[in-house]
């Protein structure tokens, strides 16, 4: 028999930590997205595993035929398709408890109930993650292939591949690059998700962040100064004939006018660079002005954050730099710090209040039954 129980946080019944390992990285901007040496990625369908039918399957009707085999359920065990919980009717067996990759639990959080995990936790993950998978459908409409186009770009760089080492990743590991989108897409609605449903929704008075900028100086406090450098190389051997350095620069002027009238400066770099750094958007990291070629070390002292220095030239080839920051010694203003902070208190509410929102307000909007 089937009943209804109420997932409350204060009782313990609802536990979370599915969401807390993957919506709170992605409301907080990291979505799990390390390719890693793992069997597959986190977002892409896990391998496909033997499945016990539903025995909410519907029954085909058609003229009477001769009865199957029986099947072979000794590899199951007796309870092993026994349904345990319903989410919206869609029924969660102990097979699935018990098999996590089949589900993409594992890609979530890593739990295996078969390692030691308790499957009253896997069971309540399970709960957790089909509400989340219904509900982010809801934000289908609002994500854009541009959004999916800018989140599998995020993780290229974050695992530093070009577009055909990535593409040349899935195809190692049996996943087509169509449903490698697709799973992005999800990915995508869920961020959309959460951060309406949660980030937006926490406010942050202009009193805390004043009240933590005073009380953390020495986050603010720049004792050296740095540049953070971001680069296009247009490479040419030092010894290159005339012709050839003079096409590297016109190529690189052109690629330079480019970026000043604002086309997008790591899609620059990913398509024209010849520095390894193209797999990074062209992001070099921070520099203290000693550690840099000299002729770089002029071009950037003349360029205000957020500007591309004048074109060096170097043995290398030529350099399209863009400062993207420059940091002073001393104590950071707090007008030059304050969205900074505003985000990090955000994100420090931020997992309470997914775990009110999940508990209290998304899990009364659905239908969720245990067995007694």
């Not at 067996?93 to 996590?100: A, G, M």
């Not at 999916?148 to 695992?159: A, G, M, P, T, Y």
């Not at 220095?309 to 002073?328: C, M, S």
Request: hydrophobic residues 35%; proline residues 7%.
């Amino acid at each position: 028999m089937m009943s209804k129980r109420g997932f409350s946080s204060r009782s313990g019944i609802f536990s979370i930590s599915a969401a807390q390992g993957c919506l709170l990285a992605l409301a907080t901007g990291f979505c799990g997205c390390s390719i890693g040496n793992g069997p597959h990625m986190p977002w892409t369908p896990a391998k496909h595993v033997a499945m016990r039918p539903s025995p909410y399957a519907p029954v085909p009707i058609g003229p009477p035929s001769s009865p199957p085999p029986a099947e072979n359920t000794g590899q199951y065990g007796d309870s092993v398709d026994r349904v345990v919980a319903s989410v919206d009717g869609n029924p969660i067996t102990n097979f699935d408890i018990q098999n996590p990759d089949a589900n993409g639990m594992n890609s979530l959080t890593g739990n295996n109930p078969a390692n030691g995990i308790d499957p009253d936790s896997a069971l309540k993950q399970l709960i957790a993650q089909q509400l989340l998978d219904e509900e982010s459908q809801k934000y289908a409409d609002r994500v854009e292939e541009g959004d999916v186009d800018r989140f599998i770009q995020s993780v290229e760089e974050r695992n530093h591949l070009t577009d055909a080492q990535l593409r040349a990743q899935l195809q190692a590991q049996g996943t087509s690059y169509e449903a490698f989108r697709k799973n992005a897409f999800k990915q995508v609605e869920t961020i959309e998700m959460v951060q309406r449903e949660v980030r937006e929704k926490i406010q942050v008075p202009d009193s805390d962040v004043a009240a933590y900028y005073k009380s953390h100086p020495e986050e603010f406090t720049v004792t050296q100064e740095k540049y953070r450098l971001a680069q296009i190389l247009i490479a040419v051997p030092a010894d290159a004939a005339p012709d050839k350095v003079a096409a590297a620069k016109e190529k690189a002027d052109e690629v330079r006018t480019r970026a000043l009238k604002g086309t997008d400066f790591g899609e620059l770099a990913r398509q024209y660079s010849d520095d390894d750094s193209k797999t990074k958007s062209g992001e070099l990291g921070e520099f203290n002005p000693n550690d840099l070629n000299d002729q770089i070390s002029e071009a950037v002292k003349q360029t205000k954050p957020g500007n591309i220095a004048p074109l060096v030239h170097t043995r290398y080839g030529f350099h399209v730099i863009k400062v993207e920051e420059h940091q002073e010694p001393g104590e950071q203003p707090l007008a030059a710090v304050k969205d900074q902070i505003h985000d990090k208190l955000v994100t420090e509410q931020a997992k309470d209040r997914f775990e009110q929102w999940l508990d209290q307000d998304l899990a009364k909007q659905h239908d969720i039954e245990t067995l007694n």
